[in-house]
């Protein structure tokens, strides 16, 4: 399984555009990478999932450089209620073959 | 249903007894996985099944974990013998298939005193 590496905090403010970025040195060639995000009291919620350069849906935008060594989850103009923990997964078809394995995410706070 | 179901939402038990904990995933989907959260920590991988088939069972803490599933629907998952380090929220998850984007019940809140 490609190991992934997050900050663990981040603070932001209302209106900015956040970037998370994910490090997995290790990825493989069958390898996607997926993010969640979860809520406080809530389980994760799937945001989006790429495989290579640019993904963009309507709630964020996931970078992948040539060499796919990392990814930067990209939300624009953050509000108070995207404040959670986001976790990075790499795994074969997002899934890592079925044992989907979160890391321990980076909890991002946004202030007014 | 519309979303993939947990009960009992909250469950404290008593040191020892066993607790049976119900996941009723979203119609379809072939593909479920159990989680456990303690308080402030990420999410801590246990089973997954494609079908009713669990390939891999490694992520059970002991063997007083076990779980199953029917039908290719309803899993449980039992803990036998309840110590405190099992009090976690306990996650259930599917998704149409192993790999896919995967959708997350409310959990199971359980309490060991």
């Known amino acids: 399984l490609a190991k992934t590496t997050q900050p663990i905090s981040m603070d932001s403010y209302e209106g900015q555009e956040v970037n998370i970025t994910c490090s997995h040195n290790?990825?493989?060639?069958?390898?996607?990478i997926t993010w969640y995000q979860q809520f406080p009291s809530q389980g994760p919620r799937f945001i989006i999932q790429?495989?290579?350069t640019k993904v963009t849906n309507e709630v964020a935008s996931l970078f992948i450089p040539a060499d796919r060594k990392s990814s930067t989850l990209s939300l624009p103009r953050v509000s108070l209620s995207d404040t959670a923990v986001y976790y990075c997964?790499?795994?074969?078809?997002?899934?890592?073959?079925?044992?989907?394995?979160f890391g321990k995410g980076t909890k991002l706070s946004v202030k007014p | 249903g519309a979303g993939v179901s947990q009960s009992p939402s909250n469950k404290v038990t008593e040191k020892g007894k066993d607790v049976e904990l119900r996941c009723d995933p979203i119609?379809?989907?072939?593909?479920l996985y159990w989680y456990r959260q303690s308080l402030g920590q990420g999410l801590e991988f246990l089973i997954y099944?494609?079908?009713?088939?669990?390939?891999?069972k490694s992520g059970l803490p002991s063997d007083r974990f076990s779980a199953e599933r029917t039908g290719g629907s309803v899993s449980t998952l039992t803990i036998q013998r309840t110590q405190q380090e099992d009090s976690a929220v306990y996650l259930c998850?599917?998704?149409?298939?192993?790999?896919?984007?995967?959708?997350f019940g409310q959990g199971t809140r359980l309490t060991v005193v």
């Open positions: 998850a599917s998704s149409p298939q192993v790999g896919t984007e995967a959708f």
């Open positions: 119609s379809g989907h072939t593909a």
């Open positions: 997964l790499v795994g074969e078809d997002g899934g890592s073959q079925g044992n989907l394995i």
């Open positions: 099944f494609q079908g009713n088939s669990a390939p891999d």
């Open positions: 290790n990825i493989a060639t069958n390898d996607y």
């Open positions: 790429g495989y290579k």
